[in-house]
């Protein structure tokens, strides 16, 4: 093997990549501009529309109950809700979305149930739809705690303590570590899902043009005809789409720990506004980790794009072939995310899977040895059999002259 | 000097069957002479120039070049030859000075005789003007005169030619006609390939004629005509491949 040869191809190929703009978008501004987009960007856009919804006063209508001023003074107390007159095609309204809710209240109501009836009052809302969802909380809020104060004041007029309707208090309380729970878990499997997407798309590019583009633009046969063997040749350009696909996912990294910091940095204040939130954070040292068991696995990428790429006689027909692919691959890295798919001995042996998963599991600090050691051995093992299929593909004439 | 011994070449094809591109084809190209071969549209022209190249491996027989044997040291075959097709194109994100530089590194040139190397080919061709642009950015001379530096880099003693004027302006084409004799005159073994009557007689030495993968015929010009009772090399060469002629199917 020569390293000199390999060298040399290597860096005219680097040299070409660097002045290509689709490699230098598709590894270097995609990665970079993905995750704030993607985590602050999005964070704060859902967070502003569920502001705005929340700080809103959707209307309610309300169908019936002038004879019951007691629940219509309770529904009218509701916060942040615009009580609006009936209108005989009310359900209509709901359904065209005019207006969010409507309250049915049956005739009667006030002195039914004052006669200790069962009533029911229904609550009309267009489901999925944000405001709608949000009204008809509140107005079920409300309706609750009158319901509540109905049945306190039962339990009163009956000469017993309220304490009887809550004889025991339940808490939950979660002792697992903030950065192992299952938010943190599921944050793992999404960080694992992006680098495995990110290292194949960013190899993607450079494993075509540096095949089927040669092919394209007639250079391969010059490329053939000089006294470099095949196998140093694929060697070179195997290097260069593998640096890519680890460009990609190093770069990737590095933008999700400054996304997530800014992404923090929001929840913070959202946490002091007393919001439920859930922090998100990647340290060096889990970064770094995540990066070393990404390598076989950009490895087996780079050489499975090259083996399939070759085989293309243009950049089009590549691409027919790899696209399709990308789904392959991120199906196992989204089973990795799924609660209840956890790290085990026959998983481990399952290619991308087995680093999807144990990427979730450096992600929250946790490291199990033995398996690190059977999927970085078992994931060389698969990207070592595919740089040697690579090798053959491009000492097969019916391949690189495919007509 | 190029040896070709029953050089064959073989492949499947699904409508076809068994192909048989290059047929038991046996020549010699002398030093400071310029083999022609001549032949119709899938003749066998590429193929055979192509295994003399060892781009492509000869199925049967074999081709000594430079004295290395084209199936057992390919890679000392192609540091002995210079190969130049309509096809050769240039990498279209290097400029013209760093592509010829990666082909004498390929070719085992060292920096200092690479430097020198560079600047005398750039001098002779003119080419001092464009050496820092782009390929892509090249006129089609410029690609040609490119294309031939790359090809002369690291000083070969053997050059094929594979139809290198086809699809080129008269201009550019006149450019590789002189780079061609040039190589001749320095005492270059020479192999050119052609379907041109016309070019065949301005440079060739020696003629083949090949047609279904069979060399049918060679010699010099004045043996050709005496042997097939024709002055006009064209109704030498009709002659010739008459009784083989099929119309090439359409790829």
Not at chain 1, 318 to 339: C, D, E, G, H, N
Request: net charge neutral; charged share 20%.
């Amino acid at each position: 093997m020569s390293l000199r040869n390999i060298g040399i191809v290597y860096r005219k190929e680097l040299r070409e990549a660097l002045r290509d703009r689709r490699t230098v978008v598709a590894s270097v501004v995609v990665p970079l501009f993905l995750f704030p987009l993607l985590s602050v960007g999005f964070m704060s856009l859902v967070q502003n529309i569920a502001n705005k919804a929340e700080e809103s006063s959707p209307k309610v209508m309300l169908v019936g109950g002038e004879d019951s001023p007691g629940l219509l003074a309770a529904l009218k107390a509701t916060p942040k809700v615009e009580i609006v007159p009936a209108t005989p095609d009310w359900k209509n309204r709901v359904m065209e979305k005019e207006v969010p809710v409507a309250v049915e209240i049956p005739p009667g109501f006030d002195k039914n149930l004052a006669d200790q009836k069962k009533l029911e009052v229904v609550v009309y809302n267009y489901s999925g739809e944000l405001k709608s969802e949000i009204a008809a909380g509140k107005i079920n809020d409300s309706l609750k705690a009158y319901r509540d104060t109905v049945v306190k004041n039962r339990v009163v007029a009956q000469k017993l303590s309220p304490e009887v309707l809550d004889p025991f208090d339940i808490t939950k309380k979660n002792i697992a570590p903030p950065e192992k729970s299952g938010a943190a878990l599921f944050f793992g499997g999404f960080i694992a899902y992006i680098v495995v997407f990110l290292c194949f798309n960013g190899g993607m590019h450079p494993a075509i043009d540096l095949t089927a583009g040669e092919k394209e633009r007639g250079t391969m046969e010059t490329i053939l005809s000089s006294p470099i063997s095949r196998a140093h040749l694929v060697v070179g350009k195997f290097l260069l789409v593998l640096t890519t696909a680890l460009a990609t996912a190093a770069l990737s990294v590095i933008s999700m720990g400054i996304s997530f910091t800014i992404a923090n940095a929001f929840q913070a204040q959202a946490a002091q506004a007393g919001k439920e939130t859930m922090q998100m954070h990647i340290g060096i040292g889990a970064a770094l980790s995540v990066f070393i068991m990404a390598i076989p696995l950009a490895v087996l990428f780079a050489s499975v794009q090259l083996t399939i790429a070759s085989f293309a006689k243009t950049y089009k027909e590549a691409q027919t072939y790899l696209v399709p692919l990308i789904f392959i691959v991120i199906i196992p890295a989204i089973a990795a995310m799924l609660p209840g798919v956890d790290l085990n001995a026959k998983l481990s042996l399952v290619p991308i899977l087995n680093v999807s998963l144990l990427c979730k599991e450096l992600v929250i600090g946790t490291y199990h040895w033995n398996f690190i050691a059977i999927i970085f051995i078992s994931t060389c093992a698969y990207a070592a059999v595919a740089l040697s299929l690579a090798v053959k593909m491009f000492q097969r004439e019916s391949v690189l002259f495919r007509s | 000097m190029i040896e070709a011994r029953g050089l064959s070449k073989r492949f499947q094809d699904k409508k076809r069957g068994e192909v048989r591109a290059v047929d038991d084809v046996t020549f010699t190209a002398r030093p400071g002479q310029i083999y022609g071969l001549l032949g119709a549209n899938g003749a066998g022209k590429t193929t055979t120039l192509r295994m003399l190249a060892t781009i492509l491996e000869p199925t049967d027989g074999t081709a000594i070049v430079d004295g290395h044997d084209v199936v057992e040291s390919p890679e000392k075959v192609r540091a002995s030859v210079g190969f130049l097709s309509g096809g050769t194109a240039l990498y279209p994100r290097l400029t013209a000075q760093e592509m010829v530089e990666y082909f004498g590194r390929l070719n085992g040139l060292d920096e200092t005789t690479l430097k020198q190397r560079v600047d005398t080919i750039f001098s002779r061709l003119d080419m001092n003007e464009f050496r820092d642009r782009r390929c892509d950015k090249l006129s089609t001379g410029m690609k040609q005169k490119t294309s031939i530096a790359r090809t002369l880099v690291h000083d070969p003693p053997v050059m094929i030619f594979d139809e290198p004027t086809s699809g080129l302006d008269v201009m550019t084409a006149r450019t590789i006609i002189a780079f061609i004799k040039e190589c001749r005159d320095r005492g270059k073994t020479v192999i050119f390939s052609t379907h041109i009557m016309t070019e065949v007689e301005k440079l060739c030495d020696v003629v083949g004629i090949i047609q279904s993968g069979k060399l049918l015929t060679e010699g010099t010009l004045p043996q050709l005509r005496e042997k097939h009772g024709e002055q006009d090399l064209e109704e030498i060469f009709v002659k010739a491949v008459a009784p083989l002629y099929v119309e090439p199917e359409a790829r």
